[in-house]
């Protein structure tokens, strides 16, 4: 994966104000394929190629909603290597247009679990697609350690530009992101609190399943890799209040976000608010993925209406 055009990692650390307080926002959308997912797609192949899990006939598989998709469409891209991504009814339409552009083949669930999601069945046409063939890896981010591990590259680059930060807010679906941020910064710093941002309707911290409209934050199951993290406190964001604090972030800085970002933003000020967090605190939260995938839901007058009367 040498190249300057895919050069992943080393994204900005931008300061933003907030009631006098200074916010670090590592900008993750700066990523070759727009996403933090770069860093896990690029280290799990390449860590699975070289131990000999995968070689140039190897067909990879995964189910995802949104970036991780991406990811992994424009690394197989790169290492030529056939990809299948199952995705389901609430998968954007601009992230499913650039999955079939990097050359993905796209099999989309429909029907709803018994939660009213659509998780549990698209890792069961994973599973039964896995059965069935030959020479085929599933990447399973929710289990994978190497998913972990991709993410200590990000907890190192905040580390290096900021000492001792003392709180960092993370968003949390697949668990990858959080397990390996929070145990890299915990090796060099203990005292620093880890803020797990999750999303309503979400099971993964004991809360009760209901249907979500938004990707790339929360679940519908309980990620087995949580296990290894190492979380000092939750908070989660109603996807209605998720939407507003993009759309106002858009507003104030003409930049665009998308939603786990505004659900992280949103948690840092709730947060502040509730716990009257020291005006000197080093806070730090990261934004996996900019606004342009969520311009027919989040930026869509129309749709917010419709689905949050907004």
């Known amino acids: 994966m040498t190249s300057e055009f895919f050069t992943v990692g080393n994204t900005p650390l931008v300061d933003y104000e907030y009631e006098g307080r200074k916010i670090f926002i590592k900008l993750e959308s700066c990523n070759p394929s727009g996403s933090m997912k770069d860093r896990a797609a690029v ?4 860590k699975a190629y070289e131990s000999g899990l995968i070689n140039d006939e190897t067909t990879i598989i995964e189910s995802s909603s949104g970036n991780f998709g991406i990811a992994l469409a424009t690394v197989c891209k790169k290492m030529k290597l056939r990809f299948i991504c199952v995705i389901d009814a609430n998968t954007n339409s601009a992230t499913e247009k650039l999955l079939k552009t990097y050359g993905a083949e796209i099999i989309k669930i429909s029907e709803p679990d018994e939660y009213g999601g659509y998780l549990l069945n698209r890792l069961a046409k994973v599973r039964e697609i896995v059965a069935q063939s030959k020479n085929i890896y599933w990447v399973n981010q929710y289990e994978n350690k190497l998913n972990a591990e991709s993410y200590y590259s ?19 679906s697949s668990g ?43 679940s519908g199951i309980v990620p087995a890799i949580l296990k290894l993290s190492m979380i000092d406190d939750v908070v989660t964001v109603e996807e ?55 311009i027919d839901t989040i930026y869509d007058d129309n749709w917010c209406h419709k689905n949050f009367m907004l």
Do not use: W
């Open 43 to 46: 280290h799990t192949l390449t």
């Open 154 to 172: 990000l907890a190192d680059e905040i580390l290096f530009e900021l000492t001792e930060p003392d709180y960092i807010f993370v968003p949390v």
């Open 176 to 218: 990858g992101t959080i397990t390996g941020v929070s145990r890299r910064i915990k090796e060099k710093y203990p005292h620093t609190k880890i803020i797990a941002v999750d999303s309503m309707g979400s099971v993964i911290f004991g809360g009760q399943a209901k249907k979500r409209y938004l990707p790339g934050l929360g």
């Open 240 to 294: 209605k209040n998720m939407i507003r604090e993009c759309r106002e972030f858009f507003n104030e800085n003409s930049f665009l976000i998308g939603g786990s970002s505004g659900a992280c933003l949103f948690a840092v000020k709730m947060y502040c608010q509730i716990n009257n967090l020291p005006i000197n605190s080093k806070i730090v939260t990261i934004f996996p993925d900019k606004g342009e995938r969520y």
